[in-house]
């Protein structure tokens, strides 16, 4: 089965550890950068909260929100973006996640770009990558209204308890989930679901390695549904978590990825939403099975 899965899903996770040139060290570190490209997605969101939008000259093909950022001049992507046209823009910043590769770091490098590298993976780096960037680019109070925007908003989102099982797929071939200590399956722990991967990070696993399993919910991660439904792409997943006696009665749901697949200002309201989406799903499945449909 081949999914077109935008897997921009791994790079949004948010910020930790600066590395490459630390802010302190940029050019000239007293006057907040001016040119500014961003490498993510979830990196791009932020920095438009904060209103820093006026001085981005450069983002990934992936960065497409908020509508602003679409009108900025592509590089690439943000695995492989183009050095040629980062140098051509002249930053003064480059932003990017450790979750690109070492290979993009080594480029900025050789290239003699400013870069600053934030790396992480739980929905608290959040808070260290706003905070940071508030920090660089002089914003301190702007950032510190988002955090607690992020928090509110967070806080709405119900906590549930339940003994439901849920596998987060990102992609079909390879078979690519996400495991604990992610962001991704903290957000579902909140909405009342624990992960069936007992492995960490996004691994790529085998069919059979989940059929000793069973699994409540499979939630997939894909692009937008209407595309998803158009391109056959519902039919393939459904047959083949249906080839199991373990899943073929598992409730499977599908949702647009930006919003929950970056760990952005637009996280928490997402949340909520696919919090009520699925549990109203779950209880009309449980109903249609003790009426024996």
């Known amino acids: ?30 006057v907040p950068p001016k040119r500014v490209i961003s490498l993510a997605p979830n990196l791009t969101e932020i ?30 992507d943000y695995s492989r973006p183009s050095i040629e046209k980062l140098v051509e823009l002249k930053p003064d910043l480059v932003l990017a996640l450790n979750e690109g590769g070492d290979s993009v770091t080594a480029s900025l ?4 770009l400013p870069f600053v590298v934030l790396e992480g993976k739980k929905l608290e780096d959040f808070f260290e990558i706003t905070r940071r960037l508030g920090k660089i680019f002089s914003v301190a109070s702007e950032s ?11 806080n709405e989102v119900a906590k549930s308890k339940s003994s439901n099982s849920i596998l987060i797929q990102l992609d079909g071939n390879p078979l690519i989930v996400a495991g604990r200590g992610t962001f991704l399956s903290e957000v579902m722990e909140r909405c009342g679901f624990h992960n069936v991967m007992e492995s ?3 691994p790529r696993i ?28 519902v039919a393939e997943i459904e047959a083949y978590w249906q ?20 760990l952005g200002p637009r996280l928490p309201k997402a949340v909520k939403i696919l919090c009520s989406q ?16």
């Open 1 to 30: 089965m081949s999914l077109s899965v935008n897997l921009v899903l791994f790079v949004t996770l948010s910020c930790g550890a600066l590395f490459g040139i630390a802010a302190q060290d940029l050019p000239n570190s007293s």
């Open 47 to 76: 920095l438009f909260a904060l209103g820093l939008g006026k001085f981005m000259v450069g983002v990934t093909r992936s960065c497409n929100y908020p509508e602003d950022a679409l009108r900025l001049p592509k590089v690439g």
């Open 109 to 112: 490098e050789r290239a003699h």
């Open 144 to 154: 510190e209204k988002l955090i607690q925007d992020w928090k509110h908003n967070w």
């Open 200 to 202: 960490s990070g996004y």
């Open 206 to 233: 085998s069919k059979e390695h989940l059929f000793k399993r069973k699994i409540d919910l499979i939630l997939f991660l894909g692009n937008e549904t209407q595309n998803l439904m158009k391109s056959g792409v």
């Open 243 to 262: 080839s199991s006696p373990l899943t073929k009665d598992s409730v499977i749901h599908y949702t647009h990825s930006d919003e929950l697949s970056r």
């Open 278 to 293: 699925i549990k109203k799903k779950l209880q009309i499945s449980t109903r249609s099975s003790s009426r024996g449909l």
